[in-house]
């Protein structure tokens, strides 16, 4: 049974705890306050309010305190935010960079006096001590270098899965590249190597980089094999309007875009797997909205739709499926159908068209006769140039079905625009054949009598019994600043090339005969037309046959 006396020593202490963890809030309170008056002091919670609301929320002053210096430091590393001001106000802002580093360093201590395993602190304090003396001048920064070289290989070792420590080091090298040896190059460019593989220190770094490495080979070989690490790459050269090195870009990036593929897919079907089906569904969307058009990606495509969980898919989605339906529709006019039925219906229930036209023979394709008549019988205009398509699809399955007169009288709706188009005369030649009538005229040799347009993209096409040797284009209007095109022979990419007004570029030819399709693409941010194409040797293009009677 308790004494009287331990009873009041019980109370005595818990009195006394309770007005330690009074004080210990009271105080707690003045430091926070004191933290949210030099966020605002600096202007750094206005630009970061996050941080602000991060400091309110924090029960711990210590963390909160990490808060609060690493914001300034990182307005520090990342200035863009000096642009927004002018004036005095940008004056002001400099003045105080010093304080602010200052600031960012004494809390930085004193986290670390606190929490010695704390890799936060150790890469704030590296980080403000380097800045300090690269804005002071110091020249004793590069042979001084272990007061903050150490700290953040340091922290880079406590805490692996951080990209900050690594950021800073990376961009440090680059700022004192020239103080630096070869070798010491070499391990700043190992450095690099990695830091790059997060997209925000590429996008951060890379310009200074471009201007230390020795040459544009050295630079690019540290970009990440990765298909949107290159994209950015090729993004900043566009705004430069560096055409030639777009190219190199765009020919690196088409080149690890099969691995990327490949990666995205076996991690969409492991999350489908393991039945995170939203998940699987973003990077299914991911991969069909980088997977090239092609013969070369049919598998691909096939293994994406079988990935893809069933549902409606946004609409910048849809204008893939309906491009893959339509060069698809394309194939099998020419009598070379690349997809299967399953994959063309999936196609279709993903897309959506605006017009009966497109509906019609987006169904004729997949196979749906009942609704593609449908949408026939309900159209007021059957032989306008957007139904060509369509007839050309239900000319081709009544010549199958031996209806040949039927097909001839579907193929005498066809809108003259489409009259000289290669997959007009392939579904021509097989209803001549279902017609019993001497296609003579068609075996020759042809091209199309004009280049044709599909926006900015220009095309031609032809029919080749014996293909040609080379192909030569002449390039009429381009911008000034020159422009970057994508050359594709049937949907297979020949190369990049960085054009001028008068550019010829030679070609060879394809060594199949058939019919192909040349196209030429300026990618984004640049416009190309060309004036003229030459086969090489010239042939005389088949004289044309009347239309039979159907």
Same mark, same amino acid.
């Given at each position: 049974?308790?004494?009287? &006396?331990?009873?009041?020593?019980?109370?005595?202490?818990?009195?006394?705890?309770?007005?330690?963890?009074?004080?210990?809030?009271?105080?707690?309170?003045?430091?926070?306050?004191?933290?949210?008056?030099?966020?605002?002091?600096?202007? #750094?919670?206005?630009?970061?309010?996050?941080?602000?609301?991060?400091?309110?929320?924090?029960?711990?002053? !210590?963390?909160?305190? $990490?808060?609060?210096?690493?914001?300034?430091?990182?307005?520090?590393?990342?200035?863009?935010? &000096?642009?927004?001001?002018?004036?005095?106000?940008?004056?002001?802002?400099?003045? $105080?960079?010093?304080?602010?580093?200052?600031?960012?360093?004494?809390?930085?201590?004193?986290?670390?006096?606190?929490?010695?395993?704390?890799?936060?602190?150790?890469?704030?304090?590296?980080?403000?001590?380097?800045?300090?003396?690269?804005?002071?001048?110091?020249?004793?920064?590069?042979?001084?270098?272990?007061?903050?070289?150490?700290?953040?290989?340091?922290?880079?070792?406590?805490?692996?899965?951080? !990209?900050?420590?690594?950021?800073?080091?990376?961009?440090?090298?680059?700022?004192?590249?020239?103080?630096?040896?070869?070798?010491?190059? =070499?391990?700043?460019?190992?450095?690099?190597?990695?830091?790059?593989?997060?997209?925000? #220190?590429?996008?951060?770094?890379?310009?200074?980089?471009?201007?230390?490495?020795?040459?544009?080979?050295?630079?690019?070989?540290?970009?990440?094999?990765?298909?949107?690490?290159?994209?950015?790459?090729?993004? +900043?050269?566009?705004?430069?309007?560096?055409?030639?090195?777009?190219?190199?870009?765009?020919?690196?990036?088409?080149?690890?875009?099969?691995? +990327?593929?490949?990666?995205?897919?076996?991690?969409?079907?492991?999350?489908?797997?393991?039945?995170?089906?939203?998940?699987?569904?973003?990077?299914?969307?991911?991969?069909?909205?980088?997977?090239?058009?092609?013969?070369?990606?049919?598998?691909?495509?096939?293994?994406?739709?079988?990935?893809?969980?069933?549902?409606?898919?946004?609409?910048?989605?849809?204008?893939? #499926?309906?491009?893959?339906?339509?060069?698809?529709?394309?194939?099998?006019?020419? @009598?070379?159908?690349?997809?299967?039925?399953?994959?063309?219906?999936?196609?279709?229930?993903?897309?959506? +068209?605006? #017009?009966?036209? @497109?509906?019609?023979?987006?169904?004729?394709?997949?196979?749906?006769?009942?609704?593609?008549?449908?949408?026939?019988?309900?159209?007021?205009?059957?032989?306008?140039?957007?139904?060509?398509?369509?007839?050309?699809?239900?000319?081709?399955?009544?010549?199958?079905?031996?209806?040949?007169?039927?097909?001839?009288?579907?193929?005498?709706?066809?809108?003259?625009?489409?009259?000289?188009?290669? !997959?007009?005369?392939?579904?021509?030649?097989?209803?001549?054949?279902?017609?019993?009538?001497?296609?003579?005229?068609?075996?020759?040799?042809? =091209?199309?009598?004009?280049?044709?347009?599909?926006?900015?993209?220009?095309?031609?096409?032809?029919?080749?019994?014996?293909?040609?040797?080379?192909?030569?284009?002449?390039?009429?209007?381009?911008?000034?600043?020159?422009?970057?095109?994508?050359?594709?022979?049937?949907?297979?990419?020949?190369?990049?090339?960085?054009?001028?007004?008068?550019?010829?570029?030679?070609?060879?030819?394809?060594?199949?005969? @058939?019919?192909?399709?040349?196209?030429?693409?300026?990618?984004? @941010?640049?416009?190309?037309?060309?004036?003229?194409?030459?086969?090489?040797?010239?042939?005389?293009?088949?004289?044309?046959?009347?239309?039979?009677?159907?």
């Amino acid at each position: 049974m308790r004494t009287r &006396l331990e009873h009041l020593v019980a109370g005595v202490l818990a009195v006394a705890l309770a007005a330690a963890g009074m004080y210990s809030y009271f105080s707690w309170e003045r430091s926070r306050d004191q933290l949210l008056e030099l966020l605002a002091e600096f202007g #750094t919670g206005a630009r970061e309010p996050g941080v602000v609301s991060d400091v309110r929320r924090e029960p711990d002053a !210590v963390r909160a305190r $990490l808060l609060v210096a690493r914001a300034f430091l990182a307005e520090e590393l990342d200035r863009r935010w &000096l642009a927004d001001l002018v004036g005095a106000e940008r004056e002001s802002a400099e003045a $105080l960079s010093l304080r602010k580093l200052e600031l960012a360093d004494s809390m930085a201590r004193g986290v670390l006096a606190a929490q010695p395993a704390s890799w936060q602190a150790r890469m704030i304090l590296a980080g403000s001590t380097y800045l300090k003396m690269s804005r002071l001048g110091d020249p004793d920064r590069w042979r001084e270098r272990w007061r903050w070289e150490q700290p953040l290989r340091d922290a880079m070792a406590m805490a692996t899965s951080q !990209v900050e420590p690594r950021r800073i080091l990376a961009a440090a090298y680059l700022n004192d590249w020239s103080l630096m040896t070869e070798s010491e190059r =070499q391990s700043a460019r190992d450095v690099l190597r990695v830091a790059f593989r997060d997209r925000v #220190t590429l996008e951060q770094l890379l310009p200074a980089w471009l201007r230390r490495a020795d040459s544009l080979g050295q630079a690019l070989d540290l970009i990440p094999a990765d298909s949107s690490s290159w994209q950015h790459v090729e993004q +900043y050269f566009r705004v430069r309007q560096d055409w030639e090195r777009v190219c190199e870009a765009r020919t690196r990036s088409l080149a690890v875009l099969p691995e +990327y593929l490949e990666r995205t897919l076996a991690d969409a079907e492991k999350r489908l797997a393991g039945g995170d089906k939203r998940g699987a569904r973003s990077l299914a969307l991911n991969a069909l909205a980088r997977l090239p058009i092609g013969p070369v990606h049919g598998e691909l495509l096939d293994r994406l739709l079988r990935t893809l969980p069933p549902g409606p898919i946004p609409a910048q989605y849809q204008q893939r #499926t309906r491009d893959w339906l339509a060069w698809t529709r394309r194939e099998c006019l020419l @009598g070379r159908c690349p997809l299967p039925k399953a994959v063309i219906r999936r196609l279709r229930a993903l897309s959506q +068209y605006a #017009t009966s036209a @497109g509906r019609a023979w987006a169904a004729e394709l997949a196979g749906d006769t009942y609704s593609a008549e449908s949408h026939e019988r309900d159209a007021l205009i059957p032989n306008a140039s957007d139904w060509a398509p369509y007839l050309l699809l239900k000319a081709k399955r009544l010549t199958a079905s031996g209806e040949a007169g039927e097909a001839a009288a579907a193929l005498a709706m066809i809108h003259p625009d489409w009259a000289e188009r290669a !997959v007009t005369r392939a579904v021509r030649a097989l209803v001549w054949e279902g017609l019993g009538v001497s296609s003579r005229g068609q075996a020759g040799d042809w =091209q199309s009598p004009a280049i044709l347009y599909a926006g900015e993209t220009s095309f031609k096409e032809y029919f080749w019994r014996q293909p040609p040797e080379k192909i030569r284009l002449r390039f009429g209007s381009v911008a000034s600043t020159g422009a970057a095109v994508q050359i594709l022979w049937s949907d297979r990419i020949v190369g990049c090339y960085s054009v001028d007004s008068g550019a010829v570029i030679t070609l060879a030819a394809p060594r199949t005969s @058939g019919f192909h399709v040349l196209e030429v693409r300026p990618l984004p @941010g640049s416009r190309a037309a060309l004036a003229d194409i030459r086969v090489i040797p010239e042939f005389r293009s088949a004289r044309p046959a009347p239309r039979p009677r159907s």
